[in-house]
């Protein structure tokens, strides 16, 4: 433990951890090495695609016809997913004058950590919950579900966006998605409750995840420099490509995994559709309404999203279109005004929520839950309400009861969230990963090289 | 009527009209406030979406499997439409150095909003046209149409970019709608002309709405501060980006309404694909020639795209390949050639098609209606072009009455565009809107706040 | 032979070859003719595309079901294809300080002209090969073969980078896809070896046709202004777009043209995806080990791509899932080791490879083919492995000869790519192109008009 001791000659950072810079590097390793042995070990290649021989001697391959693997017609859904994750969060995350690169290429490097890890992690939980041992089958349906959980490891990083070193961004992709697919587990087959586009799977549990990681690493506002809170309009340009790709994508997110059902599936993207278009419209009226007459342009980039986020759970219910249009509506709202109120709660908490993850993700998403079991409050029919048929096969649940399974699972998220969330923070303050020096604070530079044989050029004002 | 009296102390703007900067988040509320109430009246989910149940009681959800939909398998061109609209769009207008944001985000708002507007307006206009309610089915063909109407409104912003503040945005969002889906009615079911890509329906009436809407309003380009009309790098960069998406996803933007017929829509992507590869290469040959052996960016970003616009109209025809080939690289030379000489001809008329969206889709858009006529002309078995088969049921055309009704249905659409764009204009000159001071034409800077907690830089070089 | 003597008025630039700057348009419209005239000799449109009647006289258009054409189940993957051309190249190409618009806006226009002359070229590749005359029919799967095509050009341009002048980069357009069609056809139906994604035919063909055109033109690194090798964090920062967009879309770029067999195509997606998932993570983990603990940005746009070009060959291939991991882990880390190193080596060699290019696409390329061949040699049931059925054509194959025929297929590919490239850099040498002076290589300026109308500011940190 002689952590913190000097300075790095080469990478110029102070000496942190037992690695050191060599921290990252060394852990990376590790865990590609694990992914390797645990695929060899854990995962198999989809039943429907592994080469069939037939005729004499098994001399001719089985032509399998595009249409008769379903999930193919999900194809591009699952592309408009990952899309989000790499190209969505990741230009997102580009707003802060010194951190774009930081957000862009973190992500980055998380998604192809965490598309892999998931696949790994699916057969682990499945050992936990069912106790025997089953290879998962990579294919279309798993890829997709791995964007689901990345996505809320995407957004716990947005909690702690510039606060973590490369190494402990590792740490956090290799815990996250086990905690979030044992949460989905016990949410889903425990507890009843469905949630297709994730409204408390994905966003609350990536949100609450990130407070209490946030308050695990024990990073107060007051540390970290004022110049380096700042965006520009380099980044914030940037950051609205990052904003477009996810509202534009969002009903691909919600919809596809749901290939199975097409009554469903359709559903589920006009319901997405219509609570999304309702939310960038009122995220904007309500933004230009608080703020003086102009509009902000942190809460254009994330409240106008809040609909997705909200419509996750009630998104397959089979509602009359104007419903939608009002839940979206109110998030887009509800979040836009929360932004600077919620950043101060937070604030006078003693954390800081540098991408306001919490006030786009977790929010909505809480909110997303309560308005879901209202619609199933005030309905008839609602067992059917389902993407799966949990309910259906539950008798004699009451509406009431219903209400009550969707509110316990949002307790469960947020606490198994928030426990572990703080537990990864915790131990990632053990000296082994590289920590960031408070100067540092949501800054890259130390991370990155000036380019070779073409020279980087520091740019003096978008830098 | 007490408008333009002294500046507000928050936004920091001229106060103008009767309620000043809350004429935005007013009007705003209203229009959300309408969209919800009247989706209620007027929208209905999809028939094949609803939920129906079958067995014992109703215990059972019935599954339709994926194929069963042949909407879905336009999913994917439904996207990519979607994304010309928002991403394309949104920042081919960010390429003005003091209005990237605006073209940005009014642009997304645009999109938001006029997405759903546009599902009341298909009800609204069958209650006109047809005389009795029918409810809009919320599909994803009616989202598909979404996006072509949402295209025309935001072609005309094209027109009025920078001229415009946010609640005159939402007036015209309000109204075209409703204007371009009624002459889109009389364009196709009246004179019978199919325009499967929106040659005329979408691109030529967007534009020529545009103009009679910047008459309307009266912005003379004497006005217009010469340091507000500049362009930088930054901003023409983004606009590629723009230019780059709308490119590439045409196809799916001329094909994504007819998954009913797959030749026809195999056809179309083929025709649009080679249409819009050769304006590419025109337009840059074109731009070089005229510019002394230089390109032109304004030229590559928008005449590149004029082969989409122009091949429109005859996307669906039943040519060889050479045909769109030319159709495309003429609209393509044209376009280019035409920036400066159109751009200098409307100056002279007294006005300032800022974005230069006349020479991108008004003339390629007149000049496809035309070509697809010569096209009828030169050709037999001219009477099955169409997509739809209105020109098959009807006895006794010949090739020259097609061809008639085709300029017919250019002069229609070119008179009701104009016409009602001015009156549109008219109408928000009324003192109820916030409108835009001189000496702030095409700036964002006064809707805009700086962010909070994470402090906006200005960027003196890219702001 | 006038050429070289003194400056051009308008465009600045110094008179070089016969034609000035006239040498772009005017070649420019020769190639454009020679596209019409060849598409109207050598095309036609796809045979399930052509209107057809039924019914009385014939006065009944065929329907065909969306379901009815396997092809268009492959469109979205076409799409994506099509965006890594022109999209993600395109922004890769941002990256240096005074070429961001060269890069993005070469590449549109090379995409533009390559796309049509592949429908060309692939008819006159089948009169060499086959001796008789076949019209190309053009259709979704031409469009997807297109882009494969088109991007071995735009890799090719990636190692001359900022040394060709318009005129110069249409000669490459029109020699550099015959070229490759006739070394596809080679390799394909001659040496019996397959290659999905082309690892050799598309990348190492790209990348080795380009060292050909560079010591070709004989632009040697001590020539190129320091000035102009700077990259700057606007530059980087769109090519970390490109990079995205090429990265998430590799899936579609290796399965898109196996619309024939799911099976084979899932298969094609998950190897693919794992690959590149793999390269992402440890390209960076070698890029901070190398680095001294700092990420390099060019290891990162580029680097982690490598897992796309090597598992190209491989895969098609019936292999478990850690294998693609491996390769593309593998990939990653030799691209990222070697950016230096290669650079380094190429400079001796009295080169510069400008954006990298042989370490992204040549050095992986043929990894991927070395490791696909291992592969082979390890299994058994490999003669099934490839996605065509060439090899259970063959008796009597054994692994140790299928081996030996992808180390064949890799050297013919290395020497006919890199003597047609070199040959095509001697002849644009020809003094009838414009050629681009040394002071004056990586340097857009020449090229582009500041825009009129709206005025063009030059700006002095990010131009």
Redesign the interface.
Known sequence: MVADVGY?S??G?KKSGML???S??VL??V??AL???L??VC????G??????EGENG???????????????S???M??A??MC??GF??LY????KY??GG??FN??M???C??WC?VCTCIVHVIFSGHFQKTE???AA?ISADLVTAAVLITFGVVYGFVS?CQILVICLIEPLAMKINEHIVIDFLGTSDAGGSILTHAFGAFYGVGLNLGLGIKPKYIP?EN??????G???A??G???L???WP?FNGSLL?????????V??NT??A???????A???S??V????????E?QNA?LAGGVSIGMSCSY?????VP??IG?LAGMLSSVGY?KI?EFL?NLGM?D?AGAVQLHGIPGVFGAVAAGIVVIATT?NQ??AAD?VW?EMDGNTNGKQFGMILLSVLVTIAISFVVGALNGLLVRVPICEKVESHLLIDET????L?????????????
């Open positions: 790095d080469l990478s950072r050191g810079r060599f990252f590097p990376g390793l865990a590609f992914v390797l042995i695929f060899g995962t198999t290649l989809d429907n695609s592994i080469l069939k021989l001399t001719k391959r089985v032509i399998i016809p595009a249409g008769a693997n379903p999930m193919m017609g194809y591009g859904m592309m408009d990952t899309a790499v190209m990741g230009f580009a707003f802060c004058r774009s690169w862009i290429v980055f490097l998604c192809g950590l598309f892999l696949q990579i294919n279309l890829m490369p004022e809170r700042k965006t520009n309009k380099f914030d340009t940037f609205l490509v904003t477009i790709v509202w534009m994508f691909s290939y199975d059902d097409a009554s469903v599936q359709h559903r993207v006009v559709y219509l999304i278009c309702a939310s960038c419209v009122t904007m009226i309500a230009h309404l703020h003086g007459g102009k509009l902000n342009i942190l254009v106008t089979n509602v009359n279109p104007w249009v009002l509506g600077g950043a604030e800081m540098s029919n059917y309400f048929t259906t130390p991370y990155f090289e380019t070779q044989g073409i020279v980087y050029k520091a740019d003096p004002v978008s830098q």
